[in-house]
């Protein structure tokens, strides 16, 4: 059973777009949602986390919108560059951090 | 990689045989973590541990065994490897339950 579920598998844009991933939890237990950005050959890194209490949080050009009642979140990166092609994953845990479940992975290409 | 060093990094080896992965840390965290990455599932906790000598299961722990007798050390031992666990391993540490988990370069297993 997938517990977080994440789209599109893969997304291509030009540089300046907005790519935009999605994910949908079914376990109102969890309360820590991540992004990780993971390269080539690399472990996957921290991006972005949010918690339910808030329904956006940036930093930088990466953006989290959380809707709490549509049990969904995303992930938007603003004015994408090549060095933002990278496969990147979404998760979710309860309590608080811990034992993380991942989304399947979105590999993103951002054409020059 | 956060002081996280994992060996092997890439490993062939035949069914039926034992393998142990080793990670080591040093950043004197208390959580550390083994996952699986496969194509199409995403990263995937195997077990993870809280302390020395402490240690939990995940959600696919079946055929794995982890042992932590140092807290910059952390086992993860396939007793009897089998093809479907031909995978990208990853560690991870965290230093609270609901800090960032930093993830180690990984290690490729490939099992005949």
């Known amino acids: 059973q997938q517990q977080v579920k994440q789209s599109p598998q893969s997304l291509i844009v030009q540089k300046g777009g907005i790519p935009i991933i999605n994910c949908a939890y079914e376990?109102?237990?969890?309360?820590?949602f991540p992004w990780y950005q993971q390269f080539p050959g690399k472990g996957p890194a921290l991006l972005i986390a949010?918690?339910?209490?808030?329904s956006e949080k940036k930093e930088g050009r990466f953006t989290i919108s959380f809707n709490k009642s549509a049990k969904q979140f995303s992930l938007h990166i603003m004015d994408s560059q090549p060095g933002d092609s990278a496969t990147y994953f979404c998760a979710a845990s309860k309590n608080q951090g811990g034992k993380l479940i991942f989304g399947q992975g979105t590999e993103l290409s951002v054409k020059p | 990689d956060a002081g996280i060093t994992q060996s092997p990094r890439h490993k062939v080896t035949e069914t039926g045989t034992p393998v142990t992965l080793r990670c080591h840390q040093t950043e004197n965290h208390r959580y550390m973590y083994w996952y699986r990455q496969d194509p199409g599932h995403g990263l995937r906790l195997i077990h993870y541990?809280?302390?020395?000598?402490?240690?939990d299961k995940g959600e696919v722990s079946d055929g794995y065994s982890v042992s932590r007798s140092k807290t910059e050390d952390f086992l993860l031992t396939l007793e009897s490897a089998t093809s479907s666990q031909t995978s990208v391993y990853f560690c991870a540490i965290s230093g609270t339950r609901g800090e960032t988990q930093y993830f180690g370069p990984g290690t490729r297993l490939l099992v005949l």
């Open positions: 376990n109102t237990a969890f309360d820590y």
């Open positions: 541990s809280y302390g020395v000598k402490d240690t």
């Open positions: 949010i918690r339910p209490d808030v």
